[in-house]
Structure formats: C-alpha cells, structure tokens
C-alpha cells in the first residue's frame, strides 16, 4: 500500500501536467470546431437543397458508423499518402470534431424538427423574417432541447481523448502508460488516470445541470 501510494503521489504532476497541456486544449478546441460543424451540417439536412443534404447525410453516416481509433488512423497515417500532412494534435482536434460534429449534428436537428410547426406559423403572423423566426423563436428553444445531448457528446469527446495516443500525440493517458511501463505497476497508474477522467467527467456534468437550470429559466423569462 506504501508503495502504491508513493507511486501515486509521485506520478500526480506528470499525468496532471498532460491533463492541462494536451487533454483539456484538445477537447476545448475539437468540440468548439465540433459545434460550427453540427450546426451547419443540421441546417443542411433540413433547408439545403437534396445534392447538399444527401452529401451531409453520407459525412454523418460515415462518422458515426466508423470508430473513432481508425478515423484518427485515416487522419493522421492516411492523409499523408494524398499530400495532407497535420501535426498530431491538429490531426486529433480535426478528427475528434469530425467524429463528435456529426452526431452533434443529429442533436441539433432533432431540437429544431421538435418545434411545433404552430411556432412558426405564429412567427409569420407576427410578419417575422426567417432570420428573426430563426433567432427569436428556433434557437431559444432549441438550444435548451439540445443542450443535453452536446454536453453529453462533450463529455464522451474528453473520453474520446484517451485514443490519441495511438497517433503519438503524449495526453493523460499515454503519460500514465509511460509511467506504468517504466514502474511496472499497470493498475495504480490506469486507476489514477481512470481518475483524472472521471473528475474531469463529474464536473463536466455537474457543469452541464447548471446550464440547464440556468437555460430553463431564461426561455421561460422570455
């Protein structure tokens, strides 16, 4: 028990180093392109014309029906036989969104397709533009239906995280892999980054329930 947890102690700074310089920028910066890319892709599905909605279709059932491991493969290892050579960590942030984008895309568009039609038809009484139908009536709502999801497709994003080691990018995970290899004691290093996670995770949600509370009452203020 000493040694495990003079090892555990020890190897702290390390893993929560990865943690700050690599695993939380990582997941900031692939959902934030993440979310540009579910919400144009929604708006594609329902307004676009069939050419555009069949090509957004085709990216939502790739990405959804591949794993995550094998895209970040195709990225990072394939890309380069075409030309396309990207770092590691911009292959991993292109990828993450990609993958995280299409089934926020999804979110998106079942909150927009679960506004009664008696919404709009009431924006256009009123003589709203699409545009003021869009931002005044659509997006509040919409918003607060589809926030459960993303936060959700958040938190399984950071988790995505854990894979990018196998495209040599040095996260969390793959800092505690180092340390396990080099100590020989696998299960106090992958139960200590089990742990970073799931602290990362728990305030993720604890943070995702405020937001809805916070969301909740200000489109009933509206």
Same mark, same amino acid.
């Given at each position: 028990?000493?040694?495990?947890?003079?090892?555990?102690? @020890?190897?702290?700074p *390390?893993?929560?180093?990865a943690?700050i310089?690599?695993? /939380? !920028?990582? #997941? &900031?910066?692939?959902?934030?392109?993440?979310?540009?890319?579910?919400?144009?892709?929604?708006?594609?599905?329902?307004?676009?014309?069939?050419?555009l909605?069949?090509?957004?279709?085709?990216?939502?059932?790739?990405?959804?029906?591949?794993?995550?491991?094998?895209? +970040?493969?195709?990225?990072?290892?394939?890309?380069?036989?075409?030309?396309?050579?990207?770092?590691?960590?911009?292959?991993?942030?292109?990828?993450?969104? &990609?993958?995280?984008?299409?089934?926020?895309?999804?979110?998106? =568009?079942?909150?927009?397709? @679960?506004? !009664? *039609?008696?919404?709009?038809?009431?924006?256009?009484t009123?003589? +709203? #533009? =699409?545009r $003021?139908?869009?931002?005044?009536?659509?997006?509040?709502?919409?918003?607060? /239906?589809?926030?459960? !999801? &993303?936060?959700?497709?958040f938190? $399984?994003l950071?988790?995505?995280? #854990?894979?990018?080691?196998?495209?040599?990018?040095? $996260?969390?995970?793959?800092?505690?892999?180092? /340390?396990?290899a080099?100590?020989?004691?696998?299960?106090?290093?992958?139960?200590?980054?089990?742990a970073?996670?799931?602290?990362?995770?728990?305030? &993720?949600?604890?943070a995702? #329930?405020q937001?809805?509370?916070?969301?909740? =009452?200000?489109?009933?203020? @509206?």
């Amino acid at each position: 028990m000493g040694r495990a947890l003079e090892l555990w102690t @020890s190897s702290l700074p *390390r893993l929560l180093e990865a943690t700050i310089a690599v695993t /939380i !920028p990582l #997941s &900031l910066a692939a959902f934030a392109l993440a979310l540009v890319i579910a919400a144009a892709v929604a708006l594609v599905r329902l307004y676009a014309p069939t050419p555009l909605r069949a090509l957004a279709w085709a990216y939502v059932w790739v990405f959804r029906g591949t794993p995550l491991v094998v895209q +970040l493969f195709i990225v990072f290892f394939g890309l380069p036989n075409v030309g396309i050579v990207l770092p590691a960590f911009a292959a991993a942030v292109v990828t993450l969104a &990609l993958n995280t984008g299409a089934y926020a895309s999804e979110a998106i =568009r079942a909150a927009i397709l @679960s506004i !009664p *039609r008696g919404q709009f038809e009431a924006a256009q009484t009123l003589n +709203l #533009s =699409r545009r $003021d139908t869009f931002w005044r009536v659509v997006a509040p709502q919409g918003l607060r /239906i589809a926030l459960p !999801p &993303l936060a959700n497709d958040f938190i $399984d994003l950071v988790k995505g995280t #854990s894979l990018v080691f196998a495209i040599t990018l040095v $996260d969390v995970f793959q800092v505690g892999r180092q /340390i396990a290899a080099a100590t020989f004691e696998p299960l106090v290093l992958y139960v200590e980054v089990a742990a970073i996670y799931l602290v990362i995770v728990s305030l &993720l949600s604890l943070a995702q #329930s405020q937001l809805e509370k916070r969301v909740s =009452r200000h489109v009933r203020s @509206s």
